[in-house]
């Protein structure tokens, strides 16, 4: 391939290139680091843009020679990488006396631009973003890369937020570079920043010992502890005193520097910056582990407090509501209670004002006695037989008022009767139907840690974290929290005048 880039050494970056590289225009400039400029290009095949990295043209041609093999070798092991926190390298070549990598483009900031700039990262955010950033190195190191050079300025913190880890390639063979040519004065390489800065060397690196991937865990180790602290943990007047200071001296405990800073992270942060690789985490993985178990840890802790703090604010309420508020009857009673005593009142007025019937029993019996009186009269008996009949005139005139009492008596009963009955159908007729009573919800809050699938009754009522509370009828329920192979159940007892919680850690 052919270049017609005009590109200036690191001491003078202000002359920009135009033209091509390859294929790829030109299209501005990135910007520019310990070991290159990074410039924008655009790939005309397929209208993608990309990032393109070219390295310091300046060194002498064994320096070149070296850095060449080592460069290409290393680049193209981490083209091979495929991680969503890895920076994809799409091609790494030389074109005459010019070494380059194109890479993708991302939008976003270094983790170095935001620390100067003052940024504030939380703890739960500072332990997500290094927990993503190990299991990306533990993914380069079971491919077989190492990178030799992790810093706040190989990380770039995209616009969502996500963590990717730059510059395998060209970290790996600046480094193996340092390593293998001993007529290289090491010094002068750094103060070139072609190797940049030795704050994030592990001890090995410092005394050029033979690296595994066990110094890219210190490395990180000090990137850590630096977000937590928001200073290094190794310092020197002079880069021979620094070195000193990584390969000898401990780091102060966090907790001196910050006292807020969570034990479990500081821990983690020790255990990383260990001297001798033995001491620290064999894997990338282990690291990530602890981490996210510290995220578990401290989101389970957060819903319990919630849920506490919640039936701490509803108690007091209540007791407000208590010694504020009198007892109050819901609108709707008070209205059917109206409504029944009006009905009640009407039927009674109407009862007592309509008038009595006469009892037919009685009338028709005074009727018959009235019919015999008058029939009797114009007959003349005789003595015999008047004799014979006065007494039972007699006894037939005695009769008629307890005849007339018996039947009235009577009949006034079945009056009353007939009457009740009609009050009582009236009221039936005017009463409004009871409706009937609502059930009786209680509330139930969940707590799982890291999740779980919930099922309540035989039935699923979905996934814990994000569900939190649960509304069930009162009474006995059978919870049943799922994890994988995993199950948890325990049968509770709802009420509506306690909440009940369920917490469970797998």
């Not at 955010?125 to 030799?148: F, M, P, T």
């Not at 819901?330 to 039927?347: E, N």
Request: aromatic share 6%; charged share 25%.
């Amino acid at each position: 391939m052919k270049s017609d880039l005009h590109l200036a050494s690191l001491s003078n970056p202000a002359m920009i290139p135009k033209g091509r590289i390859g294929r790829f225009v030109y299209e501005s400039e990135i910007g520019h680091g310990s070991v290159g400029i990074v410039y924008l290009f655009r790939d005309p095949l397929i209208g993608r843009p990309v990032a393109i990295k070219v390295l310091n043209p300046q060194l002498s041609n064994n320096q070149r020679q070296l850095f060449e093999k080592h460069f290409i070798q290393e680049a193209r092991a981490a083209g091979r990488l495929n991680h969503p926190n890895i920076v994809t390298v799409y091609d790494a070549d030389k074109t005459e006396d010019l070494l380059f990598i194109v890479m993708e483009r991302l939008e976003g900031k270094e983790l170095s631009d935001m620390l100067k700039n003052g940024h504030q990262f939380s703890y739960r955010h500072i332990a997500d973003l290094v927990a993503r950033i190990a299991n990306a190195l533990d993914y380069a190191h079971e491919h077989g890369v190492i990178h030799r050079d992790i810093k706040p300025a190989n990380i770039f913190i995209t616009e969502k937020g996500a963590p990717k880890v730059l510059d395998f390639g060209i970290a790996s063979a600046s480094r193996q570079l340092a390593d293998a040519d001993a007529t290289l004065d090491y010094d002068d390489l750094l103060e070139r920043r072609l190797l940049g800065t030795p704050n994030y060397m592990s001890p090995e690196q410092a005394k050029r010992a033979t690296v595994d991937s066990r110094t890219d865990i210190f490395s990180l180790g000090v990137v850590l502890y630096q977000l937590l602290c928001g200073q290094l943990p190794f310092k020197g007047k002079d880069i021979p005193a620094l070195l000193h200071t990584i390969i000898h001296d401990p780091a102060i405990p966090p907790q001196e520097i910050k006292s807020d800073v969570p034990l479990r992270l500081a821990r983690i942060a020790a255990k990383a910056l260990a001297k001798k690789p033995e001491d620290r985490y064999q894997r990338a993985s282990d690291m990530a582990r602890d981490l996210n178990r510290f995220l578990e840890k401290e989101r389970t802790e957060r819903i319990i407090a919630r849920i506490q703090q919640s039936d701490q604010d509803k108690t007091k309420t209540y007791h407000k509501e208590q010694r504020t508020t009198s007892v109050t009857v819901p609108p709707r009673q008070i209205a059917l209670a109206v409504a029944t005593l009006v009905a009640i009142s009407t039927v009674l007025w109407l009862s007592l004002k309509a008038p009595k019937p006469l009892p037919e029993a009685a009338f028709s019996e005074t009727v018959k006695i009235e019919e015999t009186a008058t029939a009797e009269k114009p007959a003349q008996p005789s003595p015999v037989s008047q004799k014979t009949s006065e007494p039972v005139l007699s006894s037939t005139a005695s009769q008629p008022p307890t005849t007339e009492t018996e039947p009235d008596k009577s009949n006034m009963a079945q009056a009353k009767s007939t009457t009740t009955k009609q009050n009582k159908a009236k009221q039936a007729v005017a009463a409004p139907k009871p409706e009937p009573a609502p059930l009786s919800y209680g509330t139930v809050s969940i707590a799982v840690s890291p999740w779980g699938e919930v099922v309540v009754d035989g039935q699923n009522k979905g996934v814990a974290p994000p569900l939190n509370k649960l509304s069930l009828p009162v009474g006995k329920h059978k919870i049943e929290i799922k994890n994988g192979d995993d199950n948890y159940a325990v049968t509770i007892d709802v009420n509506s005048e306690k909440e009940i919680k369920v917490v469970h850690h797998f």
